[in-house]
């Protein structure tokens, strides 16, 4: 075949070209770049979500337990040199991750004395530890280092028997009052069988962190601060850092030592790519560590948290993109059908001549050699260029490469033998369409079928069932609407018949006889994958919201031990704070069978205790959607200045008419999880067997009763099994008053607007909760130091950021927002091969009608009716497709990775449709402009001379 005549070809019919070119290209980037955007933003979100864990699950921890009187020997340079060995054994996934690196070599605790000691202190142990890392760590403030050489005191005893060098941190030195050439002595604890020597230790330096958040400080106890006794007559914990030298003098006098390596995991060196191998390796690790050391690790569990939300984000991209590829496809096989009727004439001419199929074939085939791969290959060079992770995979494109060449010759194959038979015999044709379409259809409910009850296939691939059935549903709903709509149509077709006028019933009369078929189809796909990334976001969104509800049911919330009564009128006050509820949970309590405590099999259940009209309200201001059962608003009232069982504040909300609710009184109605409820039943209590069931709440025995189960409760984590709320009882005149454990608040004025939480202090919330936390112990039976645990403050707007902001939330925007634009465009497109498919007949009929009489304004009516049941019908089918699609697939998407485990509801959106008819007012704007413009290019009457196409 002649290139030059090939050529010459693809430039007289350069449009029909340069359309396949454009398709070609936007499959090859798509195939090229997505993977490349998406390993790019689940790199960023994997760093991001590993950077957020506390440094210390990001380490990986090797340790020698203390070993009692270890045989000589130089054992600080052989941890050291351990440091390499350990790490070069690691998988090379694991390898590649770790950014820093120490070892500790340090001794059992032992009590430090002498008369430079800080008397006020009280007993002291410390620790020699000698490690790496800490002299580019530090900064010496006064003195010098401890030596690596061996102590020597200048006697003739042996080198090692000298006083063992120390440097202390200033803060510690100062908190000591200890300064360089204060000289102490270390006596180690006595063992039976052996009492290892006291040993003489000279402080030679003081230095202060550069960074104490620095990885090399993590060990414990910290050599930057005493560390608190544990109880009353314990002693506070330092650490001294001393040589190698010092270290292993101690070792060799028969200290017990023990060693550590710690390997810290550098955010920046993760790759999404490797995650599964990361994963493999961090377990493979703990199977094969050396004999005799503990592995400390707590990095696989963000890890596989992030690894199941990316592979759920990849299968939901892998769905998006196979409707979009499915749509490009599409429109070449209408590209490339347009181009071969344009030729048709061309094409019996040469058959007539003499030519045979396959000449006409190679024809078409050497045309799409010249112009396609040229283009998937600038497909292929774009995709590398957009930022991405990694280089281009040199065979990304090849499928659309080969796809797109491959369409027109085709085509020309399949006209050349649908041009062979007899137009007048097509029952066979008919029989043919019919048994094509209804096999479609069972395919489709076939595919849809196995999908649900076979879910996802192997990990880490592209399941073949889960992007085709998508696909094949669309198609077939395509179909389905394509054998419907023309019945109404020729029923209002009749109807129109009857009215005055012709524009109505020729209108609906040829859009009833229309046969747009594969152009249709195209339609329904292309909006079908737009709408169906527009349904899922928002079911994303509304759970994301209800999950942030879940955790906090207001604007704010604050947790603790327990608080003083004031405390609640103490918040209120507080600036910006509009309303607050008191909340008390338990978790871990038992089930008793009375009033008297005899236990049942019944344990670990969570208990909760709600203001629930305080509750309602705050929800209520904070605007939040939240509703509170009417069981639990009939409770007492909840503490406040006066203390328990007296009139609720303003702040708290309006507290229920006060219900008995002490150890003897009416059981409380009770909201009940499911297994609770079994678990009641098969105790034999409840309202069925008149045996109420008995919780234990601060010395409360409060009765209950089931009146609702609920498969969950906000402040309630969704992996407990076993909880029980109740409303707050009225325990006034007892001998335990209810001290609350949190309280949830409202912001003032309400709002629900994303940063409402932000006219609330969180500063000064932490500051009253505090001080709460303290009255109630200064106010208790017993008196004690500081709370176990200080108050957490957390807001709805920081919760809500959390779900939303991090992990592969890039990869979810970046897929919706390339659905949603993509189809609506492609969709566009295929609008046009809609219109252009009768563009011929179109034109010849209102030529026709021009030249009877019809005016400029009826020839618009006219085309305003015949494309409107066409416009309206293939919009509203692909919206309706995309609206049930997330409802078959949700269960198998996995789209709870998305939310933090909370199921994502996809629900009927009123938007929905408000947005499907907006696309079609502008679908059908379009159609008509497209009409307008390929009318303009004919004068009147030039179709009926010429026969020409559109």
């Known amino acids: 075949m002649n290139v030059a005549e090939a050529a010459r070809r693809v430039r007289t ?16 980037l798509l195939l090229t770049g997505v993977p490349r955007v998406v390993d790019r933003l689940g790199g960023q979100g994997l760093r991001e979500q590993v950077a957020a864990v506390p440094p210390a699950q990001r380490d990986l921890l090797y ?20 440091l390499t060995e350990l790490e070069a054994a690691m998988p090379p996934a694991v390898r590649d991750t770790v950014g820093e690196r120490w070892y500790v070599a340090q001794t059992t605790l032992a009590r430090l004395r002498g008369p430079a000691l800080d008397p006020g202190k009280g007993l002291i142990d410390l620790t020699a530890r000698s490690m790496s890392g800490v002299r580019d760590a530090a900064t010496l403030v006064d003195g010098r280092w401890p030596t690596d050489a061996a102590p020597d005191d200048g006697s003739d005893a042996a080198p090692d028997d000298g006083p063992v060098e120390l440097a202390l941190a200033e803060p510690v030195a100062a908190q000591l009052g200890l300064r360089v050439g204060d000289r102490l002595r270390l006596t180690p604890p006595t063992r039976p069988g052996s009492a290892p020597p006291a040993s003489p230790v000279a402080v030679v330096g003081v230095f202060r962190p550069n960074d104490p958040a620095d990885g090399v400080w993590a060990s414990l106890p910290s050599a930057l601060r005493l560390a608190e006794p544990e109880g009353d007559g314990e002693p506070f914990l330092i650490a001294g850092v001393t040589g190698t030298g010092g270290f292993e003098a101690l070792a060799n006098r028969g200290w017990e030592v023990s060693f550590a390596w710690r390997y810290r995991v550098d955010p920046q060196r993760l790759d999404p790519r490797r995650l599964d191998e990361t994963v493999d390796g961090l377990a493979a690790m703990d199977r094969t560590r050396p004999a005799g050391l503990g592995l400390t690790q707590g990095l696989d569990i963000p890890l596989r948290q992030f690894a199941a939300s990316l592979r759920a984000a990849r299968t939901l991209l892998a769905v998006i993109v196979a409707g979009m590829l499915a749509t490009l496809a599409g429109l070449a096989v209408l590209a490339a059908g347009l181009a071969v009727r344009r030729r ?25 050699l010249l112009v396609l791969p040229a283009a998937a290959a600038l497909g292929w060079y774009l995709g590398g260029r957009l930022p991405g992770a990694g280089p281009a995979d040199p065979l990304a494109a090849l499928p659309a490469a080969v796809a797109a060449t491959l369409v027109l010759p085709l085509a020309v194959l399949v006209a050349q033998r649908a041009g062979g038979g007899r137009r007048d015999l097509g029952s066979r044709s008919r029989a043919g369409r019919l048994t094509a379409e209804l096999t479609l259809l069972l395919l489709a409910g076939v595919g849809a079928f196995l999908l649900r009850r076979r879910g996802l296939g192997a990990e880490g691939a592209v399941d073949p069932l889960l992007v085709s059935v998508p696909v094949l549903l669309a198609v077939a709903a395509a179909v389905l609407a394509l054998r419907l709509y023309p019945w109404p149509l020729r029923l209002a077709s009749r109807v129109a018949a009857r009215a005055r006028g012709s524009v109505a019933f020729l209108g609906t009369a040829r859009a009833g006889r229309a046969g747009v078929g594969a152009p249709l189809v195209v339609v329904v796909l292309a909006v079908a994958t737009a709408a169906f990334c527009g349904v899922v976001a928002a079911g994303i969104e509304a759970s994301r919201d209800r999950a942030a509800t879940r955790a906090v049911p207001g604007d704010a919330l604050v947790t603790g031990m327990r608080f003083a009564p004031d405390t609640a009128t103490a918040l209120a006050a507080l600036a910006g704070v509009g309303a607050v509820a008191p909340v008390l949970a338990e978790p871990r309590q038992p089930v008793l069978a009375d009033a008297a405590g005899r236990p049942t099999d019944i ?39 006066a203390g328990p069982g007296t009139p609720a504040t303003a702040a708290s909300g309006t507290a229920g008419p006060a219900a008995p609710g002490g150890g003897g009184g009416q059981p409380l109605p009770a909201l009940v999880s499911p297994a609770l409820a079994a678990d009641l039943a098969d105790a034999g209590l409840g309202a069925a067997a008149g045996r109420p069931a008995f919780v234990d709440v601060q010395g409360n025995r409060l009765p209950l009763r089931v009146a609702a189960t609920v498969e969950e409760f906000p402040l309630v984590d969704r992996d407990t099994e076993r909880f029980v709320v109740l409303p707050w009882p009225d325990v006034s005149g007892g001998p335990h008053p209810l001290a609350p454990t949190g309280f949830v608040l409202a912001a003032d004025p309400p709002a629900a607007d994303a940063a409402r939480a932000a006219r609330i202090d969180e500063a000064a919330l932490y500051r009253i909760a505090e001080e709460g936390q303290r009255r109630y112990q200064r106010l208790g039976a017993v008196t004690g130091g500081e709370p176990p645990l200080p108050p957490q403050v957390s807001t709805w707007s920081a919760h809500r950021a959390q779900l939303g902001g991090a992990g592969v939330n890039g990869v979810l925007v970046f897929g919706f927002a390339t659905g949603a634009a993509g189809g609506a465009a492609l969709g566009l497109l295929a609008l046009a091969f809609v219109v252009l498919a009768g563009a011929r007949d179109r034109g010849q009929a209102l030529s026709r009608l021009r030249t009877m009489g019809l005016s400029r304004r009826q020839w618009r009516g006219l085309v305003l009716v015949e494309l409107a049941p066409l416009v309206l019908v293939s919009v509203l089918t692909g919206v309706l497709v995309g609206a049930l699609l997330p409802v078959l697939l949700t269960p198998v998407l996995g789209l709870g990775a998305f939310t933090g485990g909370a199921p994502v509801a996809v629900r009927f959106e009123p938007g929905l449709v408000a947005a499907g008819l907006g696309l079609a007012v502008l679908a059908l704007g379009f159609a008509i402009a497209v009409e307008t413009l390929n009318n303009r290019r004919l004068r009147l009457g030039e179709v009926l001379r010429l026969g020409e196409e559109s």
Request: charged residues 15%; glycine residues 12%; without cysteine.
């Open 13 to 28: 019919y350069g449009g029909h070209f340069v359309l396949l070119g454009l398709l070609t290209l936007v499959a090859a």
């Open 63 to 82: 340790t020698a337990p203390e070993a009692a009187v270890p045989p000589p020997g130089p054992h600080a340079r052989l941890a050291a040199a351990r």
């Open 344 to 368: 048709r004439a061309e094409f019996v001419l040469l058959r007539a001549r003499g030519g045979a199929a396959r000449t006409v074939v190679a024809r078409g085939l050497a045309e799409s």
């Open 603 to 641: 344990r670990n259940v969570h208990v909760l205790l709600v203001d629930g009209a305080g509750l309602a309200g705050v929800a209520r201001r904070a605007g939040v959607d939240l509703s509170v059962p009417p069981a639990l608003a009939r409770g007492g009232t909840p503490p406040t200045t």
